[in-house]
């Protein structure tokens, strides 16, 4: 397959016919099994449509493919994370972090991960950083009232759900 075909896969995605560009993405996978992008882009299709277990594995191959990065490392944590398994999605944040700093979805996905595991202090912390790189991040604004409410610390969390939806009514 040539890069074309990646191309119009990718195309056909974005459109919004998920199936289809799986298809396409397998297509190309068995003329090239290495083929990173198709690889990364067939697990996001599984993730999308809730086939966790093979985004996390399809994703995992694609992060040993190319473990640099942080993209495959975080939606595996992300497919990780639905299945329930937080431990793991934690650990691929993180090497998600390591490699992306100030990846903001990584960090506040990180927080829930944190907040399941109930490490409470850890999980503040992790959402503190994203919304001091990014201080309009409604979704992040709600998980800190969350976890200072799991901390007893109410006021603090009535002012964080009120940012939130300040932010996003």
Not at 55 to 76: F, I, K, T, V
Not at 103 to 124: G, H, I, K, P
Request: charged share 20%; proline share 4%.
């Amino acid at each position: 397959m040539n890069e074309i075909s990646i191309q119009n896969a990718v195309r056909l995605h974005e459109a919004g016919d998920i199936m289809g560009a799986a298809q396409m993405y397998a297509e190309i996978l068995r003329a090239n099994p290495r083929h990173f992008q198709a690889l990364y882009m067939l697990a996001f299709a599984h993730l999308q449509t809730g086939h966790y277990d093979d985004a996390q594995r399809l994703m995992g191959d694609a992060s040993r493919l190319n473990p640099q990065s942080p993209d495959a490392h975080y939606m595996r944590g992300s497919a990780l994370q639905r299945l329930g398994r937080m431990q793991e999605a934690l650990a691929c944040y993180d090497r998600a972090l390591g490699l992306r700093p100030g990846f903001l979805d990584a960090l506040v996905e990180r927080s829930a991960a944190l907040m399941a595991l109930r490490r409470y202090e850890n999980a503040l912390q992790s959402i503190d950083l994203a919304l001091t790189l990014e201080p309009g991040l409604a979704g992040a604004w709600n998980n800190r009232g969350c976890v200072l409410q799991y901390l007893n610390r109410r006021d603090e969390a009535l002012a964080c759900f009120e940012k939130a939806l300040a932010l996003d009514p």
